[in-house]
């Protein structure tokens, strides 16, 4: 019993240890003032991805609840779109957008948008809107994807605008990091990378 009394005073010391060893061994961390919101700096958790790198694998769920994985989306060329949420003004009009543009993409391409809105929202938010080419999937689960490429804006708990380009080996091709998160992305930007 002592030797129990004795650890007592260490135990924040070392739950805070193995969390910062934990986030070390996941490649978790975090990068203060990496975006802006309205001005405001906010801090991303995760990797800052490069291209050239590996995409990393993630657990994203349909709006049919159905888990799908990089792996679903292999033989296709990946734009990846990030947002905060579909329910904004920012992240509706992005979104509507890239539907509109995969007319110009080959059938190659497939556009999934990630957000943390839940299954049930973005379904009918794409009800809503007409959306029938661009693939929404949610990041509520597990935060898998926020965390592995690097988006999760610690402060908010929303996914940082982002635009990735994932080849069909899934080596990553394009990163577009909005700097800040209340601006569009630029289109032409994402469509001259396809090429």
Sequence with gaps: MEQIELLLPAIPFMVALFTMVGLAATGTHERKAAVTFQGNPLTLLGPELKTGEKAPDF???TTDLK???LKDYQDKIKIISAVPSLDTNICSLETRKFNGLVAKMSPDV???????????AQKR???ANGIDKV???????DHSFGLAYGVRIKELGLLARTIFIVDKNNVIQYIQRVPEIAQEPNYDEVLNSLK
């Design 67 to 69: 888990p799908v994985s």
């Design 135 to 141: 693939i929404t999937l949610s990041d509520y689960m």
């Design 110 to 120: 497939v556009i999934l948008t990630v957000s943390m809105d839940l299954p049930f």
């Design 125 to 127: 938010w794409c009800g």
């Design 59 to 61: 657990n994203l769920t």
